[in-house]
Every structure is written in structure tokens, then in C-alpha cells.
């Protein structure tokens, strides 16, 4: 689809170094090598920089990036999260790693409905570039941003990164959902619930109500809670299938940021007094062992409520 690519070349190329060879890194790389940037990749177990850059894309793991950046000094340039989950132990999103670790304010994330796949076909999607610094914001979207690529820049940074983390648990919901033949009634419902608990939970994680309602949540909720794509959806559907949690993972053989971010959600962030149904019940799904038919009857058992209670 080269005809909806960008128009022009930028007024100035931009080096981006881009931590991370894996399916989003690639797909980032490729955007903004089609915009005119000179991107180049390092590995994650590199302890130098092999030479200057003007931004660093993550584009690995969320449970690898300590490690990662403890082995090398940091780069006195902005850095821009390219991953969506929550630290174990922690509950740290990608930023606040990067800040606890090297010290960095510079902080970007980008984040919403982008299947690595569809984006390397040169399909047309449309994302959120996030800073609290709002010209860096301004900057990442002017770097990613094109015809087939619409980037949009919000201040809202943990808005834009809890949505991230957050769909991945509960697109393992919705994995489930499908895997047990539940019906689309009941996906759309349990979907629908899925995006009032997390815009609870980021609210009370310093989010921001209409970022939840964007791109980055309810956007990439739909995506990854209905799409056989997704892998914490695949993820869901297999243990819907009987299919045991190792041999799932096994299965898929990639990341699943779901499973990390259940157990930072229930272990490491204050949020024990927030209803939060179906990220506790896939939770004890899991990491408890919990039969999964049980699972959905407690959640549809429980007291009838007010819906925006
Ligand atoms: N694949 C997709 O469509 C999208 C993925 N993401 C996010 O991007 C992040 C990376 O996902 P993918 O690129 O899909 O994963 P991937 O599994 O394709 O690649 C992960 C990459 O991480 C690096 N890596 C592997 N083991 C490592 C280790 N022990 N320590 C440090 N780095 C290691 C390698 O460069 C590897 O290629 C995740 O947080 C994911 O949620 C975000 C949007 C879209
Ligand atoms: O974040 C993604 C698309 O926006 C990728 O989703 P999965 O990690 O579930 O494959």
C-alpha cells in the first residue's frame, strides 16, 4: 500500500536506535524508515553503545528491560517505550523502569490498536504518541506519523501506559470467552466490563477517564480481546481449549504481557479496595490453578450491581 505511505521526505532525518529485534521493534523500524529516518537495531545483550543517536526506542519484554538497561550507561537522549505491561515485584510501567533505572526524564510511549504484522503489510492503523512533556509528544508523532500511520500525541503518559498493560489481561478474557463458546453477547458484554475496570484502575494509577475511551485503551482492547492475532488472547482461548498454561505459552512461543501484568496487577500496585473482577479471576485462572468455567460463574454470580457503580 506504498500510495498511502508518507507524501514528502521529513525536514530533517532523525537517528533512532531501536533496543529490541523482535516482531513491534521491526515494525516500528520499518515506519520510520519509510518516513525518511535512519533507524539501526541493537541487541538486548549489548553493554555500549555502538555509536551516537538522537532517540532510543524498548522494544523488548517489560520483564527484561531492567536487566537490559542496567548493562549499559544511559544515553543522554529521549526514550520511547514501545511495550505494553507492568513489572513484576514493582508495577512499574516501561517509563517508570527506564526512570528507576537510569535516571532519564525524557520518557515517551506509544501505544494502541497496532498489530507488528498488519503494520509491516503497510495496513493502515492509527496509534497515540504520550509524553508529559508535550513537545517530546509532539516530536514522536511528527516521527512516526503518516498517511498510513496516523499518530496522535497525548500528556496523558500513564494513561496511555496502563491501557497498554491492561488490555493484555483482559484479552486473555477475551480469549477465554471464545474458547468456551460463551457467544457474541457475551464477548461484547465482558468486553465492555473490561474497559469500566480498567478505566477504575487507571484512574486511580493517575490516568485519565478519556484516555481510557482512546486508542490506547478501548481502541487496543478491542483489538487484542477479539482477535485470534492477539497472543494473549490466543493465550486464553488455548487454556479455554484445555490446553495446560505451559504448554500454551509453549504454543505461542512469543511474549504474552498478559501473564506478568495479571501477577503485578493483583501483587504490586494499590489498587486492593478497586473492583476488578476479571483481572482477579485471571489471576487465580493463572497462578491458582482455578478452573476456568468456575471462574466465569463467579464472575456472572455475583450481586447484581448498578453499571456505573
Ligand atoms: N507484536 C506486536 O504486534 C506488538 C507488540 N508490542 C509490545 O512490544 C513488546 C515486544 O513485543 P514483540 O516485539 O512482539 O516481541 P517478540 O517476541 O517478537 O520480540 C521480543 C524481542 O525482545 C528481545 N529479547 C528477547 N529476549 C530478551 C531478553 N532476555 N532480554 C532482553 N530482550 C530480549 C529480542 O530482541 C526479541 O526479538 C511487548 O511489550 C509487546 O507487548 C506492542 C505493540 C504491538
Ligand atoms: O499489543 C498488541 C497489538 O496492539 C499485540 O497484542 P498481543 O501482544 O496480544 O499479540
Same mark, same amino acid.
Given at each position: 500500500?506504498?500510495?498511502?505511505?508518507?507524501?514528502?521526505a521529513?525536514?530533517?532525518?532523525?537517528?533512532?536506535?531501536?533496543?529490541?529485534?523482535?516482531?513491534?521493534?521491526? =515494525?516500528?523500524?520499518?515506519?520510520?524508515?519509510?518516513?525518511?529516518?535512519?533507524?539501526?537495531? /541493537?541487541?538486548?545483550t549489548?553493554?555500549?553503545?555502538?555509536?551516537?543517536?538522537?532517540?532510543?526506542?524498548? %522494544? @523488548?519484554?517489560?520483564?527484561?528491560?531492567?536487566?537490559?538497561?542496567?548493562?549499559?550507561?544511559? #544515553?543522554a537522549?529521549? *526514550?520511547?517505550?514501545?511495550?505494553? &505491561?507492568?513489572?513484576?515485584?514493582?508495577?512499574?510501567?516501561?517509563?517508570?523502569? *527506564?526512570?528507576?533505572?537510569?535516571?532519564?526524564?525524557?520518557?515517551?510511549?506509544?501505544? +494502541?490498536?497496532?498489530?507488528?504484522?498488519?503494520?509491516?503489510? +503497510?495496513?493502515?492503523a492509527a496509534? *497515540?504518541?504520550?509524553?508529559?512533556?508535550?513537545?517530546? $509528544?509532539?516530536?514522536?508523532?511528527? !516521527?512516526?506519523?503518516?498517511?498510513?500511520?496516523? /499518530?496522535?500525541?497525548?500528556?496523558?503518559?500513564?494513561g496511555?501506559?496502563?491501557? &497498554?498493560?491492561?488490555?493484555?489481561?483482559? &484479552?486473555? =478474557? +477475551?480469549?477465554?470467552?471464545?474458547?468456551?463458546?460463551? &457467544?457474541?453477547?457475551?464477548?461484547?458484554?465482558?468486553?465492555?466490563?473490561? !474497559? =469500566?475496570?480498567?478505566?477504575?484502575?487507571?484512574?486511580?494509577?493517575?490516568?485519565? $477517564?478519556?484516555?481510557?475511551?482512546?486508542?490506547?485503551?478501548?481502541?487496543?482492547? @478491542?483489538?487484542?480481546?477479539?482477535?485470534?492475532?492477539?497472543?494473549?488472547?490466543?493465550?486464553?482461548?488455548?487454556?479455554?481449549?484445555? @490446553?495446560? !498454561?505451559?504448554?500454551?505459552? %509453549?504454543? @505461542?512461543?512469543?511474549?504474552?504481557?498478559? /501473564? #506478568?501484568?495479571? $501477577?503485578?496487577?493483583?501483587?504490586?500496585? =494499590?489498587? %486492593?479496595d478497586?473492583?476488578?473482577?476479571?483481572?482477579?479471576?485471571?489471576?487465580?485462572?493463572?497462578?491458582?490453578?482455578? %478452573?476456568?468455567?468456575?471462574?466465569?460463574?463467579?464472575?456472572?454470580?455475583?450481586? $447484581?450491581? #448498578?453499571?456505573?457503580?
Amino acid at each position: 500500500m506504498n500510495e498511502i505511505g508518507p507524501r514528502e521526505a521529513p525536514e530533517r532525518s532523525t537517528s533512532v536506535c531501536i533496543l529490541g529485534e523482535g516482531r513491534w521493534g521491526r =515494525a516500528a523500524g520499518a515506519i520510520l524508515t519509510e518516513n525518511g529516518h535512519t533507524t539501526f537495531f /541493537v541487541h538486548h545483550t549489548l553493554t555500549a553503545w555502538p555509536r551516537r543517536f538522537e532517540l532510543l526506542c524498548l %522494544a @523488548i519484554p517489560v520483564q527484561h528491560i531492567r536487566e537490559t538497561l542496567r548493562r549499559l550507561p544511559a #544515553p543522554a537522549v529521549p *526514550v520511547l517505550s514501545l511495550g505494553k &505491561g507492568l513489572e513484576i515485584r514493582t508495577g512499574f510501567r516501561v517509563t517508570e523502569i *527506564v526512570r528507576d533505572v537510569w535516571g532519564t526524564d525524557r520518557l515517551a510511549a506509544l501505544s +494502541g490498536p497496532n498489530f507488528a504484522a498488519e503494520i509491516q503489510q +503497510g495496513l493502515p492503523a492509527a496509534t *497515540v504518541a504520550a509524553s508529559q512533556d508535550e513537545a517530546l $509528544a509532539a516530536r514522536v508523532q511528527q !516521527l512516526f506519523h503518516n498517511r498510513r500511520f496516523r /499518530v496522535y500525541r497525548s500528556s496523558d503518559l500513564a494513561g496511555v501506559e496502563i491501557g &497498554g498493560a491492561l488490555k493484555n489481561v483482559y &484479552g486473555i =478474557a +477475551g480469549g477465554l470467552c471464545t474458547g468456551l463458546e460463551l &457467544g457474541e453477547n457475551a464477548s461484547a458484554s465482558l468486553l465492555t466490563r473490561c !474497559l =469500566a475496570e480498567m478505566t477504575r484502575l487507571g484512574l486511580r494509577l493517575g490516568g485519565r $477517564a478519556e484516555t481510557f475511551a482512546g486508542l490506547s485503551g478501548l481502541g487496543d482492547l @478491542i483489538l487484542t480481546a477479539r482477535s485470534r492475532q492477539s497472543r494473549n488472547f490466543l493465550l486464553g482461548y488455548h487454556l479455554a481449549r484445555g @490446553i495446560s !498454561l505451559k504448554e500454551a505459552l %509453549a504454543r @505461542i512461543g512469543s511474549v504474552v504481557e498478559g /501473564v #506478568p501484568t495479571a $501477577a503485578s496487577v493483583r501483587d504490586n500496585l =494499590a489498587v %486492593a479496595d478497586i473492583k476488578k473482577p476479571v483481572a482477579d479471576e485471571i489471576y487465580r485462572i493463572l497462578f491458582e490453578g482455578k %478452573a476456568i468455567r468456575r471462574s466465569m460463574l463467579d464472575l456472572l454470580e455475583r450481586e $447484581a450491581a #448498578p453499571e456505573n457503580g
